[in-house]
């Protein structure tokens, strides 16, 4: 009898095990898609910042060139210092911004009870058995 023939899958016993891993897999994939978007997100932004500063460090020796007076220079350096400290804080805030969607309702993140499960206190105390209560203590003292 050939594979065609068959009725059973060509993995044999194992075939339904393969697919239910795969699916749950699968599963999982599309359950931390948000978490992998904002991942790539923060990489974007940090490969932003760092072409954005190295590219302003190569255009150094070329805006030196053209200047002419030490006004110019001056000049020269703290537009360079401006633009640096305006690149980082932009930088920062979009960061900020890119690592705030990796933090997932549910996670330890933001804990405003989006996540879907109710809130529940893991150190309680039982309450006290009233019928203990009224019941007669025995002192102890001391000889």
């Keep these: 009898m050939s594979a065609r023939e068959r009725m059973d899958p060509i993995a ?3 075939g339904n095990l393969s697919q239910a891993y795969f699916s749950s897999l699968d599963t999982a994939a599309r359950g931390l898609e948000p978490a992998l978007r904002g991942a790539g ?3 974007l932004e940090l490969v932003s ?3 954005r500063r190295a590219q302003a460090w190569l255009e150094i ?3 030196l060139g053209q200047c002419r007076t030490p006004q110019e220079l001056a000049r020269e350096q703290l537009r360079f210092w401006q633009t640096a400290a305006h690149d980082y804080a932009e930088g920062a805030r979009r960061l900020t911004v890119a690592f705030g969607a990796l933090v997932l309702p549910g996670l330890g993140g933001a804990g405003d ?3 879907g499960a109710a809130r529940r206190d893991y150190i309680t105390f039982p309450e006290a058995d009233p019928a203990l209560a009224d019941a007669p203590r025995r002192d102890r003292r001391a000889a």
């Design 12 to 14: 044999g016993p194992f």
């Design 41 to 43: 997100r923060l990489n």
């Design 49 to 51: 910042l760092a072409t």
């Design 61 to 63: 020796p070329h805006r």
């Design 113 to 115: 009870g989006r996540s």
